[in-house]
């Protein structure tokens, strides 16, 4: 966390949130609800841009359902507390966000959901891999966090919840898993240094799956983990069905080949789904990025004009532009004058 100064107080305390954080950050919510990302359940943050060391969130509400500013909370990143000690009902979960921000300073925005497309890649031995372009973030697999290796006997129910600053630890540090080696020669090197393990600016993985649970995703903006978090899904769809059709064409293909009577003995061929390759993963990416903003764009229009949604804040932020909002000719002829 960057250290505090009295000029960065200062600028703190004189500069407001703007408006079109919370409008983001609502629209957001209804982006993920349309695109069956989250349900009545689930949730997405944003980091406060203008004090890192807190977070907004929404109460306890169907994502559907958040409309306004007093729909959202301030929380604290340095133990998921809220800001105002009389703030309604909060997510239990909300460690995953608090954590997530403590650990990785550029990440800004988190999303969790409990995807039933994503679930099966958690219980599996099948692991979470790109199979296109649109989800090369994922490369060159999705982690998977098993919180029945993290509860603590004495305190921690076993309901698969990251209910508390501990679970939420041990999940951030799951977005940037390191190899054996990695992890011993760090350590060699902190001990002969006698230095701490620098911190990570941002994880190695955007993306990690939670056991029987879901998956929480992360991102440099709300846009970015928006993106991330519909993709991981679809990329979830499309694998699942390719590994069933592949699995039918190679038993397909032994079927043919033994009740043809073939002469050929040793293994049948036995094809495999196509994933990105590593060098596939990280240049599609670099490449997609700066065009998040475009898919974006199109899902904040499909939710305006979905009658299911509504967005206090948008009407605020458009009332705020004034003449130029497009607002006068609402006006009357008193007003006017």
Not at 140 to 166: E, G, M, R
Not at 188 to 211: D, F, G, Q, W
Not at 218 to 247: E, R, W
Request: a negative charge.
């Amino acid at each position: 966390m960057p250290r505090s100064t009295p000029q960065a107080a200062l600028l703190k305390a004189s500069t407001p949130v703007p408006i079109s954080l919370f409008c983001d950050l609502i629209t957001a919510n209804h982006i993920l609800h349309q695109q069956h990302v989250l349900d009545g359940f689930g949730h997405i943050s944003v980091r406060n841009a203008q004090d890192p060391a807190k977070f907004f969130l929404s109460r306890s509400l169907a994502p559907a359902l958040v409309a306004s500013r007093e729909d959202i909370e301030e929380y604290l990143v340095e133990d998921g507390s809220p800001v105002n000690k009389d703030a309604p009902k909060a997510y239990v979960e909300r460690f995953i966000h608090s954590e997530v921000y403590k650990k990785y300073a550029e990440v800004n925005s988190v999303v969790h959901s409990h995807s039933e497309a994503v679930i099966p890649f958690s219980i599996t031995s099948i692991p979470l891999r790109p199979v296109y372009h649109m989800a090369s973030f994922l490369s060159p697999q999705a982690p998977v966090y098993d919180i029945s290796l993290h509860y603590k006997s004495s305190s921690d129910a076993h309901t698969l919840l990251v209910t508390s600053s501990h679970l939420g630890a041990t999940l951030a540090t799951g977005l940037h898993p390191n190899t054996l080696v990695s992890k011993t020669t760090s350590m060699i090197k902190n001990y002969i240094t006698s230095s701490a393990t620098p911190a990570t600016p941002y994880p190695s993985s955007s993306v990690i799956l939670m056991r029987g649970h879901g998956f929480t995703a992360v991102g440099k903006g709300i846009d970015d983990a928006v993106f991330k978090a519909v993709y991981t899904c679809v990329n979830a769809k499309i694998q699942a069905q390719a590994a069933l059709m592949q699995g039918s064409f190679n038993l397909g293909f032994v079927g043919e080949r033994f009740g043809a009577g073939e002469a050929e003995r040793g293994p049948a061929k036995r094809e495999e789904v196509k994933y990105l390759n590593d060098r596939e993963g990280k240049e599609a990416w670099a490449s997609l990025e700066g065009s998040v903003e475009r898919a974006w764009g199109g899902w904040c229009r499909e939710v305006e004009v979905e009658g299911l949604y509504r967005n206090e804040m948008l009407e605020v932020e458009e009332d705020e532009e004034g003449d130029d909002g497009g607002y006068v000719a609402d006006l009357d002829d008193t007003e006017r004058e």
